[in-house]
Structure formats: C-alpha cells, structure tokens
C-alpha cells in the first residue's frame, strides 16, 4: 500500500511539473522567452566534440552574458584540453523539461531536465546522461542571457509506514540539505 501511495505522490509531482511548465510558457512573453532559451542553452551545451573547442565556444557564445561567457572559456579550453585524448563527443540531447522557478524584469532561474549520449575512448557505445539544472539568466539590451547554472543534486525517494523506523539520510542527501 506505501508502494501504491508513494507512486501516486510521484506522479503528482510529475504531473504539477508538467502543470508549471505549460501554465508558466502560456503566462507571459517573458516566461515563453526564457524556457526557449533554457533549452536552447541545454541542447547546445550538450552538443560538442572535444576536438572543436572553438566552434563549441561559439555557439554557446550567443546564449551566455559577457561575464559568464569569460568564465566559460577558461573552464572549457581547461577541461578540453585534459579530455582531449578520450576524444569525447556529446550529442542527441533532449529536453525533457523545462519550468520558470522566478522570474522578473531582468532576472529568471529555470529549472531543466535534460538527456544526452556522451561517447569517448572509455565506452565501447554512447552512455546516457541524465542533467538537472538550474538556469540563471540575466535580461541584457532586451536579450535573455545565461549568467550561471547549477547542478540539482537527485534526491532517493523512500517510503515510511508507522512499522518501520525512519531511513537515515545517504551521504547524497546530506550533502544535498546543506
């Protein structure tokens, strides 16, 4: 029976998330404008091959603030530049959603759940990634403009009935709550 309610508990959530997503694009220009931009941002940034760092620096170029473009480049000619001997590629990326956590006249965060397949010298085929994020965007000479993201650490689901003692927290989550 917990199995049963926590399964209905989920797919609640999942379907308010769907709710937000649809409600939230439909309320505003500004909401409609910075969900395209989240998952152009998205598919972009999960769509490169190491040995073209310039081409991928460019096409990100154009979704990021000037500042945070500066950032950018220096992690990935970095990190580029360690992996390229494992000839990484990233492609099929996929937007699973997309929902404005805030928003106002020049500042949004949105939440994103994105898929992609990583390839490298490691994997015999293509792994799937699973990415959450949150997207921070700043409006510049009318442009919605990615200032920062972050990484939403997975939370674990349990279930509690009054016959079972309280799960201790994992290191993920205890991680995750400070």
Not at 5 to 19: D, E, H, M, N, T
Not at 103 to 108: L, M, Y
Request: no cysteine; aromatic share 6%.
């Amino acid at each position: 029976m917990a199995v049963v309610g926590a399964l209905g508990g989920i797919l609640a959530v999942v379907g308010g998330l769907l709710i937000l997503t649809g409600s939230e694009a439909g309320s505003s220009g500004a909401n409609r404008q910075v969900l395209a931009r989240a998952s152009d941002f998205a598919v972009t940034y999960n769509t490169y091959d190491v040995a073209d760092v310039a081409d991928y620096q460019k096409r990100l170029s154009k979704l990021l603030s000037p500042k945070y473009e500066a950032q950018f480049v220096k992690v990935t000619d970095a990190i580029f530049t360690a992996i390229k001997d494992k000839k990484q590629t990233s492609g099929e990326a996929k937007v699973l959603s997309t929902a404005v956590d805030n928003i106002d006249e020049d500042s949004a965060d949105v939440l994103v759940a994105v898929d992609a397949s990583i390839s490298n010298t490691d994997n015999d085929a293509a792994v799937l990634r699973h990415f959450r994020w949150v997207v921070s965007f700043e409006k510049i000479k009318g442009e919605w403009l990615v200032s920062n993201f972050e990484s939403v650490a997975p939370v674990t689901a349990a279930t509690v009935t009054p016959e079972t003692p309280t799960p201790e927290p994992t290191a993920t989550e205890e991680g995750a709550a400070k």
